[in-house]
T-cell receptor, first 116, second 112 residues
Framework: DTGVSQDPRHKITKRGQNVTFRCDPISEHNRLYWYRQTLGQGPEFLTYFQNEAQLEKSRLLSDRFSAERPKGSFSTLEIQRTEQGDSAMYLCASSPGRGSSYNEQFFGPGTRLTVL | DAKTTQPPSMDCAEGRAANLPCNHSTISGNEYVYWYRQIHSQGPQYIIH???NNETNEMASLIITEDRKSSTLILPHATLRDTAVYYCIVRAGGTSYGKLTFGQGTILTVHP
C-alpha cells in the first residue's frame, strides 16, 4: 500500500486549454474526495464519491469542472477551458468508510496547476 | 459544521512541547474535533480526533475542555520536522461521510 497517488504532480497549461488529473486512492477505500487549495489558504472541498456515485458537489465546482470515478476505483478531475483563476493545488483524499479509521481522510501529494 | 478559530502563527523550541489552541464555541453534541497538519508542498496529514474525552496517539495528545468549546493539540517533544500548518476542524461524526472544512490554520515554526 503506497498511499494515495496523483498524476501529474505539476501541470502548466495555457488559458482555454482542457486539463485532466488522475487520483488513485488507497485500495479498498470506497470514499474519495477532491479539494482545491490556493496559496495561503486551507483546502476547499470540491466533490465526494462513494464508490462510483458522486454524492456531493460544491458550488465551487462550476460547469467547466467534471469529476468521475467510473469503476469505484481511480478518479479523474477535468477542467475545461481553463482560466487563470483555476491555478491551484488540486488534492485528492480517500477514506475507508468502515473500520476504526473509517472517517480518517488520507491525502495524496496533490497536482499543482498553473494556468498561463 | 462548527467554525473554529486558531492563532495564525506560533513558535516553539525544538524538544519542547508545542501547545496549539483551537476555539470552537458553537460545536454541537455530535461533532468531533479533528486535527490535520500540512507540511510544505505535501497533502494534509491526519493527526488525531476526539469527541469529549482526551485522546493520545503516537503523534500527539488532544485535550478537549469539559464544555467542549475549545481544545488544545499537544506535540510533546517538537522537532524541526513538525514545522507545518496545523488545522483544527470540527465536523459531524458517526457514519456521515465527513467532508473537511479547513480554515487557515496555525503556522507552527519549530526552531533549533
Amino acid at each position: 500500500d503506497t498511499g494515495v497517488s496523483q498524476d501529474p504532480r505539476h501541470k502548466i497549461t495555457k488559458r482555454g486549454q482542457n486539463v485532466t488529473f488522475r487520483c488513485d486512492p488507497i485500495s479498498e477505500h470506497n470514499r474519495l474526495y477532491w479539494y482545491r487549495q490556493t496559496l495561503g489558504q486551507g483546502p476547499e472541498f470540491l466533490t465526494y464519491f462513494q464508490n462510483e456515485a458522486q454524492l456531493e458537489k460544491s458550488r465551487l465546482l462550476s460547469d467547466r469542472f467534471s469529476a468521475e470515478r467510473p469503476k469505484g476505483s481511480f478518479s479523474t478531475l477535468e477542467i475545461q477551458r481553463t482560466e487563470q483563476g483555476d491555478s491551484a493545488m488540486y488534492l485528492c483524499a480517500s477514506s475507508p468508510g468502515r473500520g476504526s479509521s473509517y472517517n480518517e481522510q488520507f491525502f495524496g501529494p496533490g497536482t499543482r496547476l498553473t494556468v498561463l | 459544521d462548527a467554525k473554529t478559530t486558531q492563532p495564525p502563527s506560533m513558535d516553539c523550541a525544538e524538544g519542547r512541547a508545542a501547545n496549539l489552541p483551537c476555539n470552537h464555541s458553537t460545536i454541537s453534541g455530535n461533532e468531533y474535533v479533528y486535527w490535520y497538519r500540512q507540511i510544505h508542498s505535501q497533502g494534509p496529514q491526519y493527526i488525531i480526533h476526539g469527541l469529549k474525552n482526551n485522546e493520545t496517539n503516537e503523534m500527539a495528545s488532544l485535550i478537549i475542555t469539559e464544555d467542549r468549546k475549545s481544545s488544545t493539540l499537544i506535540l510533546p517533544h517538537a522537532t524541526l520536522r513538525d514545522t507545518a500548518v496545523y488545522y483544527c476542524i470540527v465536523r459531524a461524526g458517526g457514519t456521515s461521510y465527513g467532508k473537511l472544512t479547513f480554515g487557515q490554520g496555525t503556522i507552527l515554526t519549530v526552531h533549533p
